[in-house]
């Protein structure tokens, strides 16, 4: 959800419209400057390529088809598309790479032409190239390691070049795989910081048989398996508007917990 909310009128909302960012938040996903990658494309992320000064876009991954990682996709025909001819300027095609069990999912979203993965491909907008675990980008190693979970498919990716890594894990991340050693030891862990139970909106308490806790650990438990990866640094992401925190909540909570922080839109981060 983004921050504010349409409509709402909560001390969280209203500080985030008269302020914005980095009290307002829109949709979540991440650019690697390196490789000129980006991961997902929620609804907004036009705006968020603009606002950021983005003059380059080589790939385009994704995490998983939840509607606020997917909605934007039309940005990818926006960045190609020739008007006068309906096709796309050639050096302007995204070349979308797409872990092979993903890639079927991609392909039930549609348009009134067909699925749009096919029609983006046939009108130039795209390039395809899927893989299955492991794919080598301009110098990156990237490692797709799929959530063991039933009827949904969701991917982390780990980033490895020399001798860094990053793994991100920004939404549904659980069960985590942390039995398996390529997210163990990371530079930096950028992952959802899972269920925030005190202090919500109108008093509300999570029951334990919420559905999210199917997909979301809690914050505690987030931490918890932070240390048990030996992660150096965590950087939270995909923080909800209803759990009730400011930005001005999350910089004290990074001051009293070592080794965190917490993400806002256009943030930029070095390691």
């Not at 985030?16 to 494309?41: C, M, N």
């Not at 095609?93 to 991609?106: D, G, H, N, Q």
């Not at 890594?165 to 390529?182: L, Q, R, T």
């Not at 505690?220 to 965590?234: H, V």
Request: glycine residues 4%.
């Amino acid at each position: 959800m983004t921050i504010p909310k349409p409509l709402c009128q909560c001390e969280i909302c209203t500080e985030a419209r008269e302020k914005g960012v980095p009290y307002a938040r829109s949709g979540p996903a991440i650019f690697i400057h390196d490789i000129q990658l980006l991961i997902d494309t929620p609804a907004e992320i036009s705006i968020q390529l603009n606002r950021e000064n983005i003059q380059k876009l080589d790939y385009v991954m994704f995490t998983h088809m939840d509607p606020d990682h997917v909605e934007g996709i039309r940005a990818l025909e926006q960045i190609a598309l020739d008007f006068r001819t309906w096709r796309a300027y050639p050096e302007k095609k995204t070349t979308l790479i797409v872990p092979v069990s993903l890639l079927f999912e991609l392909t039930k979203l549609q348009t009134v032409y067909g699925n749009i993965i096919d029609y983006y491909i046939a009108q130039g907008f795209i390039h395809l190239v899927d893989f299955v675990s492991q794919i080598n980008i301009k110098g990156f190693t990237i490692s797709a390691l799929q959530i063991n979970r039933q009827h949904e498919v969701s991917y982390i990716y780990v980033f490895e070049s020399e001798d860094k890594k990053i793994v991100y894990a920004p939404c549904d991340v659980k069960p985590f795989p942390e039995e398996n050693e390529a997210v163990h030891n990371a530079d930096l862990l950028i992952i959802q910081p899972g269920i925030i139970e005190h202090g919500l909106k109108h008093d509300y308490v999570y029951p334990q048989n919420h559905i999210s806790r199917k997909t979301l650990y809690t914050f505690d438990e987030t931490l918890s398996l932070g240390k048990r990866i030996k992660a150096d640094q965590i950087l939270f992401t995909h923080l909800e508007e209803y759990w009730n925190r400011s930005h001005d909540d999350y910089l004290r909570l990074s001051k009293i917990i070592p080794d965190i922080a917490f993400a806002w839109d256009g943030m930029h981060v070095s390691v």
